[in-house]
């Protein structure tokens, strides 16, 4: 069974950092896509940035430049680095995985598992 779990949201004024983790167990990291996506209440799960399982990676315009993903293999943890952060970052994020390796940054519908989402709030 695939689990994966996502931790370090909490509140942050603009222009500051803030680093989530996401933790996986089930699944081989080395062989699949990852990413991360964020929703707002009243729109739709957007795509944030995107990892296949060959270490390419895929960044939405609106945090290129801003966000990084990373992925530790031996830990089996996935990164979402996030600097300069502005008010509109404020969403929830979540951690998706799929055992193909060849997406990256997919349409959500692509990506089988998910965690819980983590809340991250910016203030200006």
């Known amino acids: 069974q695939v689990q994966l779990v996502e931790s370090g949201g909490g509140s942050v004024q603009a222009g500051g950092s803030l680093t989530l983790s996401c933790e996986a167990s089930g699944i081989t990291y080395s062989s699949a896509s990852m990413a991360w996506f964020r929703q707002v209440p009243g729109k739709e799960r957007e795509g944030v940035v995107g990892i296949d399982a060959y270490g390419t990676t895929r960044t939405a315009a609106a945090v290129r430049g801003r966000f990084t993903i ?55």
Do not use: F, R
């Open 70 to 124: 990373s992925k530790d293999k031996a830990k089996n943890l996935l990164y979402l680095q996030m600097a300069n952060l502005k008010p509109e970052d404020t969403a929830t994020y979540y951690c998706a995985a799929d055992k193909k390796s060849w997406l990256l940054l997919a349409p959500e519908a692509s990506y089988e598992y998910w965690g819980q989402g983590a809340q991250v709030t910016v203030s200006s």
